[in-house]
């Protein structure tokens, strides 16, 4: 017999004008601080030395940033490659692990596939261009470092590989889902991670929009899935899936971008939810149902793009009261 729910009403007061004198009900625990999601706890915890592995956009980076102050080991960082001048963030003038970033599940698929060698992927050319003299643009990986030329280009490639190459031996794996708008490079036949503004309005000809269906998004988290099953050193992980609360930051549809933003977000939470049933070793963590419903003041920073390092810390705090033993 399962345990009753207490927490499953959103407000049981009899006017509208008032909140709910039961502090379990949800509209008590919304928008005035920090929201705490419940019911979340596993029923096996892992243990405090579990090595973590994230793949996703800048909300996966700042998981690992805070999971790594934390003392756990993170697989998906390698700080001695990011202090070497090929990944200096070109704005910023600063080592940045952004260029690992993966916005849409194509670009996740696509890069696990790459690095296992499941996919026809020729390093010295697939999504590798030529945006000037001897200088080139990565189509598979995010555009906010310097442009290299060819050495330097495959270089960084290989560090990006045997990043992605480590997932085979975490206990944990999280994904952060962020969009569903995606690029497909037609001259290779392989999803662009980004395109630079200034390539894609020289070539747009080149290239196909693509907004991810439901299915084809489930189709492809199942495919990701099989992947690891297959390469893991164990087969003994856990797969942990998460949307991101950072939205799109610009549209490709003729949407009004709020639409299209919320188009992306309910299309990936509903995926995610559809894909872990019947998988044990699957769960989905609410940490953009924590962003969406704590106070703004206490989740954005000014941009309203970007997460406040405290929301950050309350995210992972909640992760491991739940999670961690």
């Known amino acids: 017999m399962k345990e009753k729910n207490l927490f499953m009403s ?17 509209s008590t625990r919304i928008f005035d601080g920090f929201y705490e999601p419940k019911n979340i706890a596993l ?9 973590i592995f994230t793949m996703g956009s800048c909300f996966a980076r700042e998981l690992e940033s805070a999971f790594s102050a934390d003392g756990f080991n993170i697989l998906s960082m390698d700080n001695e490659s990011l202090q070497q001048a090929d990944f200096v963030d070109k704005s910023k003038g600063v080592p940045t692990s952004g260029f690992f970033h993966r916005y849409n599940i194509p670009a996740m698929l ?25 200088h080139f643009v990565d189509l598979n990986y995010s555009d906010n470092t310097t442009r290299l030329n060819l050495q330097g280009a495959l ?16 206990d944990i794996i999280i994904l952060t889902l962020g969009l569903t708008e995606a690029w497909l490079y037609k001259p290779d036949n392989l999803y662009a991670n980004t395109v630079p503004a200034d390539y894609l309005i020289k070539h747009r000809h080149d290239f196909e929009f693509v907004q991810v269906s439901y299915d084809d998004n489930l189709a492809m988290l199942e495919r990701l899935y099989s992947l690891l099953c297959k390469h893991h050193a164990t087969g003994n ?57 704590s106070h703004r003041d ?3 920073r000014p941009d309203r793009v970007h997460i406040n390092k405290e929301c950050v810390r309350f995210i992972i705090q909640v992760f491991r009261n739940n999670y961690i033993e």
């Open 43 to 51: 029923k096996q915890k892992f243990s405090r030395d579990v090595s």
């Open 110 to 134: 696509q890069e696990f596939q790459r690095s296992f060698g499941e996919i026809n992927f020729i390093e010295e050319s697939s999504l590798l261009v030529e945006s000037q003299a001897e």
């Open 237 to 293: 992980f856990n797969l942990i899936l998460t949307v991101s609360p950072v939205p799109l930051r610009h549209t490709f549809s003729q949407e009004d971008i709020v639409i299209a933003n919320m188009y992306a977000k309910s299309t990936l939470r509903t995926v995610a939810t559809e894909f872990l049933k019947g998988k044990d070793n699957v769960t989905y963590f609410p940490s953009y149902e924590i962003a969406m419903y």
């Open 10 to 26: 959103w407000n049981n007061s009899k006017s509208s004008s008032q909140l709910s004198s039961d502090s379990r009900s949800a």
């Open 155 to 170: 270089q960084r490639r290989e560090v990006g590989k045997r990043l992605v190459q480590r997932a085979a031996k975490a």
């Open 298 to 300: 206490l989740v954005w």
